[in-house]
C-alpha cells in the first residue's frame, strides 16, 4: 500500500513540476511585455493520511498561481506616475508659452520694443521727415501686431488644453468603466480566493488600466478580500467592486474668468485633484485668465499703451485737428466721469485747448479744468463738453452713443491739445497714439496710420520741434511715475526675468519628480518584472525536480513488479 501511496505523492510532484515549468515559460515568454507582472507559483505540502501511528505524506500540490507585486512600492509608483504627468504638462506649456515671445531672436519682444523707441529719436533728428514719421508709425503697428499675435497664441494654447482636457476625462471614464468590469470578471473567476490563478490575465489587464489611470488623475488603490479593487481620488471613488464612477467638466466662472472644474457626474461634487495630467491641463488651460500669463501681457500692453498715449496726448503734429471723437463712451452723461465710466485712469488737473485760424495765424489757447477728487460735484462728461464748447472756434457735444465729440467751427480752424496734467485725454482716447485695452485689442489708430503728419512730437505748436518725440524715446528706458518709477522696458525685462524663472523651477521639480520615478519603476520592475536570469534556475530546479521524481516513480515500480513477482 505504500508503494502505491509513494507512486501516487510523486504523481502530484510531477505534476507541480509541469505546472512550475508552464509558469517559468509564460514569465520567460513575456519578457518584453509592457504591464507584464511577474506570475509565481504557490506550493504548500499535501495533505497527509494516517497510517497507524505514522502520518504519511503525500507529497506537494499547487496552491495557485499570483503575481509578485510590492503594493507599497506600487502605491508611491502610481503617485509618482501621476506627479510625473502632472509636471510634465506644465512643462509641455511653459515651453510653447516661452518660445511666443522669441527670446534671443532678431524678432523677440525686446527688440521691436528698441525699434520702436529708437524710431522717435530719429523722428526728433528729422522732425519734418514724412518717411521717418511713417516708419515710427510702423514700427508701433509691429509692436501692436506682435502683441495681439502672442496674444492669440496664448489663447490657443489654453484653448487646445481645454480640448485635451475634455477628451481626457472621456479617457478616464472608458478606464473608469473597464476597471469595474474587471473586478466583476475576476471575483466571478477567483472566487474570493486571492491565490487563485484563473484571473492573473485579467488582473495584467486591470493594472495596466490603473497605471493608465494615475497618469491622469492622482489615485489610491485599495484592493478588497474578494479580489476587486476600490479607487479613490481625493476623498472621492470612482470604482468601487464593480460600480464606476464617472466624471465630468463643468464651466465655473470667478470674476471675469471662466474656469474647468472636474465633477463627479453623479453627485455634481469637485473633484480635489492634486496631480495627474488632468490637473496640469487644468492649470494649463487657465495662462489666458486673470492669474496666468496673459493676465502679464495685457498688464505690459496697458503700461505701453498708458505711457506713450499720456505723452503723446501732450503733443501736437505738423496740423491741428478738424474733429476728433473719444474712443471712450459714457454710459450716464450727467454722472461724474468716474462714475460713469469707472474704468478710465485720470487725476485731478486741466489741460490746454490751442485754436488756431489759418486765415489770420492767430492761435488762442483755453485751460479746461477736470475735477476728479471722489465727490459728487466731479466734473461730468457734460461738464466737460460744454466747457470745451465755450471755447471760440470749436464745438463738443455728447454723441448718441455717449462719446465726446470735438469739431472746428469752420474748416479754416484747427485745433490741438498740450499740457495735460490730468491724463484725460489719454484716457477718454484723444490725441492718442494706441488705442486699446489690453494685448489682444491693442493698435496703432487708424487715423495716425492715414496721415503720420499728425504723430505728436511737438510740445511748442503744430510742426514746431520735435521734444515730444525725445520724450516718447526716452519712455521706453527711463523710470516713468506713472510706473511706479519704473521704465517700460524695465518691466517688460521683469516679466521676461520672472516667467523664465517659473519655467527654470518648474523644469528643476519636473526632472526631480522625473528620476524619483524611474527610482521607483525600477524597485518595482525588480520585484515585478521578469529575470530571465532568475527563471533559468528556476526552470532547472522544476527540472531536477521532474526528473527526481520520475526516478522515484521508477524505483516504486520496478519494486511493486518485484513483490508481485514473489507472491
Given at each position: 500500500m505504500s508503494l502505491f501511496s509513494a507512486i501516487q505523492g510523486s504523481s502530484n510532484a510531477l505534476r507541480v513540476s509541469q505546472t512550475g515549468l508552464q509558469v517559468v515559460g509564460n514569465n520567460i515568454a513575456n519578457v518584453n511585455t509592457p504591464g507584464y507582472?511577474?506570475?509565481?507559483?504557490?506550493?504548500?505540502?499535501?495533505?497527509g493520511y494516517k497510517s497507524g501511528d505514522l502520518i504519511i505524506g503525500q507529497g506537494v500540490q499547487s496552491v495557485g498561481i499570483q503575481q509578485k507585486l510590492d503594493t507599497f512600492v506600487l502605491d508611491r509608483l502610481r503617485q509618482a506616475q501621476s506627479q510625473l504627468s502632472y509636471q510634465e504638462q506644465l512643462s509641455s506649456t511653459n515651453g510653447q508659452v516661452e518660445s511666443l515671445l522669441n527670446e534671443l531672436t532678431e524678432t523677440d519682444f525686446s527688440s521691436n520694443l528698441s525699434r520702436f523707441a529708437n524710431s522717435f529719436q530719429d523722428v526728433a533728428n528729422q522732425p519734418g521727415s514724412e518717411s521717418v514719421r511713417s516708419l515710427a508709425v510702423a514700427r508701433g503697428q509691429e509692436l501692436a501686431s506682435q502683441l495681439r499675435t502672442v496674444s492669440s497664441n496664448v489663447t490657443g494654447i489654453a484653448n487646445r488644453n481645454r480640448a485635451e482636457l475634455n477628451s481626457a476625462v472621456g479617457d478616464i471614464n472608458r478606464l473608469v468603466n473597464s476597471i469595474a468590469k474587471l473586478n466583476q470578471r475576476i471575483v466571478e473567476i477567483e472566487g474570493g480566493s486571492l491565490s487563485n490563478s484563473d484571473a492573473v490575465g485579467l488582473r495584467d489587464e486591470r493594472f495596466n488600466a490603473l497605471d493608465e489611470l494615475s497618469s491622469y488623475v492622482d489615485i489610491s488603490v485599495s484592493e478588497e478580500a474578494t479580489g476587486a479593487v476600490t479607487v479613490f481620488v481625493g476623498g472621492d471613488y470612482l470604482v468601487a467592486n464593480g460600480i464606476p464612477r464617472e466624471i465630468k467638466t463643468s464651466i465655473?466662472?470667478?470674476?471675469?474668468?471662466?474656469?474647468?472644474?472636474?465633477?463627479?457626474?453623479?453627485?455634481?461634487?469637485p473633484l480635489?485633484?492634486?496631480?495627474?495630467?488632468?490637473?496640469?491641463?487644468?492649470?494649463?488651460?487657465?495662462?489666458?485668465?486673470?492669474?496666468?500669463?496673459?493676465?502679464?501681457?495685457?498688464?505690459?500692453?496697458?503700461?505701453?499703451?498708458?505711457?506713450v498715449n499720456r505723452i503723446h496726448s501732450q503733443g501736437q503734429g505738423a496740423r491741428g485737428f478738424n474733429s476728433v471723437t473719444s474712443d471712450v463712451s459714457f454710459k450716464i452723461p450727467t454722472d461724474p466721469i468716474e462714475i460713469s465710466n469707472p474704468s478710465l485712469d485720470f487725476d485731478n488737473g486741466s489741460f490746454i485747448i490751442k485754436v488756431t485760424d489759418a486765415s489770420t495765424g492767430v492761435t488762442k489757447t483755453s485751460d479746461i479744468f477736470v475735477k476728479q477728487q471722489g465727490f459728487s460735484s466731479d466734473t461730468t462728461p457734460r461738464q466737460l463738453a460744454d466747457a470745451i464748447n465755450a471755447v471760440d472756434g470749436i464745438s463738443a457735444s455728447i454723441t448718441n452713443d455717449g462719446r465726446l465729440e470735438i469739431k472746428s467751427d469752420s474748416q479754416g480752424v484747427r485745433f490741438s491739445f498740450s499740457n495735460d496734467t490730468s491724463g484725460v485725454l489719454s484716457a477718454l482716447g484723444i490725441n492718442t497714439f494706441f488705442r486699446g485695452d489690453s494685448a489682444s485689442t491693442i493698435e496703432v489708430r487708424p487715423d495716425l496710420v492715414a496721415d503720420p503728419t499728425q504723430l505728436a512730437i511737438s510740445l511748442n505748436g503744430n510742426g514746431n520741434g520735435s521734444d515730444n518725440a525725445l520724450k516718447l524715446a526716452e519712455a521706453f528706458?527711463?523710470?516713468?511715475?506713472?510706473?511706479?518709477?519704473?521704465?517700460?522696458?524695465?518691466?517688460?525685462?521683469?516679466?521676461?526675468?520672472?516667467?523664465?524663472?517659473?519655467?527654470?523651477?518648474?523644469?528643476?521639480?519636473?526632472?526631480g519628480v522625473r528620476n524619483f520615478h524611474q527610482t521607483l519603476e525600477a524597485q518595482h520592475l525588480g520585484i515585478s518584472g521578469v529575470n530571465l536570469d532568475e527563471e533559468a534556475v528556476?526552470?532547472?530546479?522544476?527540472?531536477?525536480?521532474?526528473?527526481a521524481t520520475s526516478k522515484l516513480i521508477a524505483t516504486a515500480s520496478e519494486m511493486l513488479d518485484t513483490l508481485v513477482n514473489i507472491v
Amino acid at each position: 500500500m505504500s508503494l502505491f501511496s509513494a507512486i501516487q505523492g510523486s504523481s502530484n510532484a510531477l505534476r507541480v513540476s509541469q505546472t512550475g515549468l508552464q509558469v517559468v515559460g509564460n514569465n520567460i515568454a513575456n519578457v518584453n511585455t509592457p504591464g507584464y507582472i511577474r506570475q509565481e507559483l504557490i506550493q504548500a505540502p499535501a495533505l497527509g493520511y494516517k497510517s497507524g501511528d505514522l502520518i504519511i505524506g503525500q507529497g506537494v500540490q499547487s496552491v495557485g498561481i499570483q503575481q509578485k507585486l510590492d503594493t507599497f512600492v506600487l502605491d508611491r509608483l502610481r503617485q509618482a506616475q501621476s506627479q510625473l504627468s502632472y509636471q510634465e504638462q506644465l512643462s509641455s506649456t511653459n515651453g510653447q508659452v516661452e518660445s511666443l515671445l522669441n527670446e534671443l531672436t532678431e524678432t523677440d519682444f525686446s527688440s521691436n520694443l528698441s525699434r520702436f523707441a529708437n524710431s522717435f529719436q530719429d523722428v526728433a533728428n528729422q522732425p519734418g521727415s514724412e518717411s521717418v514719421r511713417s516708419l515710427a508709425v510702423a514700427r508701433g503697428q509691429e509692436l501692436a501686431s506682435q502683441l495681439r499675435t502672442v496674444s492669440s497664441n496664448v489663447t490657443g494654447i489654453a484653448n487646445r488644453n481645454r480640448a485635451e482636457l475634455n477628451s481626457a476625462v472621456g479617457d478616464i471614464n472608458r478606464l473608469v468603466n473597464s476597471i469595474a468590469k474587471l473586478n466583476q470578471r475576476i471575483v466571478e473567476i477567483e472566487g474570493g480566493s486571492l491565490s487563485n490563478s484563473d484571473a492573473v490575465g485579467l488582473r495584467d489587464e486591470r493594472f495596466n488600466a490603473l497605471d493608465e489611470l494615475s497618469s491622469y488623475v492622482d489615485i489610491s488603490v485599495s484592493e478588497e478580500a474578494t479580489g476587486a479593487v476600490t479607487v479613490f481620488v481625493g476623498g472621492d471613488y470612482l470604482v468601487a467592486n464593480g460600480i464606476p464612477r464617472e466624471i465630468k467638466t463643468s464651466i465655473v466662472s470667478k470674476g471675469e474668468d471662466t474656469f474647468l472644474e472636474m465633477r463627479t457626474a453623479d453627485t455634481d461634487a469637485p473633484l480635489n485633484l492634486t496631480g495627474g495630467k488632468v490637473k496640469g491641463l487644468f492649470e494649463s488651460a487657465q495662462v489666458s485668465s486673470s492669474t496666468g500669463f496673459q493676465s502679464k501681457l495685457d498688464t505690459l500692453a496697458k503700461d505701453i499703451i498708458r505711457v506713450v498715449n499720456r505723452i503723446h496726448s501732450q503733443g501736437q503734429g505738423a496740423r491741428g485737428f478738424n474733429s476728433v471723437t473719444s474712443d471712450v463712451s459714457f454710459k450716464i452723461p450727467t454722472d461724474p466721469i468716474e462714475i460713469s465710466n469707472p474704468s478710465l485712469d485720470f487725476d485731478n488737473g486741466s489741460f490746454i485747448i490751442k485754436v488756431t485760424d489759418a486765415s489770420t495765424g492767430v492761435t488762442k489757447t483755453s485751460d479746461i479744468f477736470v475735477k476728479q477728487q471722489g465727490f459728487s460735484s466731479d466734473t461730468t462728461p457734460r461738464q466737460l463738453a460744454d466747457a470745451i464748447n465755450a471755447v471760440d472756434g470749436i464745438s463738443a457735444s455728447i454723441t448718441n452713443d455717449g462719446r465726446l465729440e470735438i469739431k472746428s467751427d469752420s474748416q479754416g480752424v484747427r485745433f490741438s491739445f498740450s499740457n495735460d496734467t490730468s491724463g484725460v485725454l489719454s484716457a477718454l482716447g484723444i490725441n492718442t497714439f494706441f488705442r486699446g485695452d489690453s494685448a489682444s485689442t491693442i493698435e496703432v489708430r487708424p487715423d495716425l496710420v492715414a496721415d503720420p503728419t499728425q504723430l505728436a512730437i511737438s510740445l511748442n505748436g503744430n510742426g514746431n520741434g520735435s521734444d515730444n518725440a525725445l520724450k516718447l524715446a526716452e519712455a521706453f528706458t527711463q523710470p516713468n511715475e506713472l510706473l511706479g518709477g519704473r521704465s517700460i522696458i524695465g518691466i517688460y525685462e521683469s516679466m521676461i526675468t520672472d516667467t523664465t524663472r517659473e519655467i527654470n523651477s518648474q523644469k528643476g521639480i519636473t526632472d526631480g519628480v522625473r528620476n524619483f520615478h524611474q527610482t521607483l519603476e525600477a524597485q518595482h520592475l525588480g520585484i515585478s518584472g521578469v529575470n530571465l536570469d532568475e527563471e533559468a534556475v528556476k526552470m532547472m530546479l522544476y527540472q531536477r525536480a521532474f526528473q527526481a521524481t520520475s526516478k522515484l516513480i521508477a524505483t516504486a515500480s520496478e519494486m511493486l513488479d518485484t513483490l508481485v513477482n514473489i507472491v
